[in-house]
Nanobody, 120 residues
Framework: QVQLVESGGGLVQAGGSLRLSCAASGAISSFNAMGWYRRAPGKQRELVARITSGGNTDYADSVQGRFTISRDNAKNTVSLQMNSLKAEDTAVYYC??????????????WGQGTQVTVSS
């Protein structure tokens, strides 16, 4: 069982920055991928950014060039640096981990979420 704990959300003005962190209970170096998703009011959850065990990254088009995902295997943390924030970035942000067992079965783990509010 993997536990994920997010931190770093809050209220910021448009154009500002926030840094989210996700602390995992396991060794993230063994995770297939970790990422950040968000759910805005009235919308479905969407992928924001993802980083694989090999270090490859993917970003939603809406955050490309503004957000950066990174990980620290020694600290078992994944971070999301968010710059040039916009009102439309307002959402609950969730940390996600994808773990595959030796038999090829995938397990998805989620954090409790952290609120990011961007005022315009």
């Amino acid at each position: 069982q993997v536990q994920l704990v997010e931190s770093g959300g809050g209220l910021v003005q448009a154009g500002g920055s926030l840094r989210l962190s996700c602390a995992a209970s396991g060794a993230i170096s063994s995770f297939n991928a970790m990422g950040w998703y968000r759910r805005a009011p009235g919308k479905q959850r969407e992928l924001v950014a993802r980083i694989t065990s090999g270090g490859n990254t993917d970003y939603a088009d809406s955050v490309q060039g503004r957000f950066t995902i990174s990980r620290d295997n020694a600290k078992n943390t994944v971070s999301l640096q968010m710059n040039s924030l916009k009102a439309e970035d307002t959402a609950v942000y969730y940390c996600h981990a994808l773990v595959q067992n030796p038999f090829g079965r995938d397990y998805n783990y989620w954090g409790q979420g952290t609120q990011v509010t961007v005022s315009s």
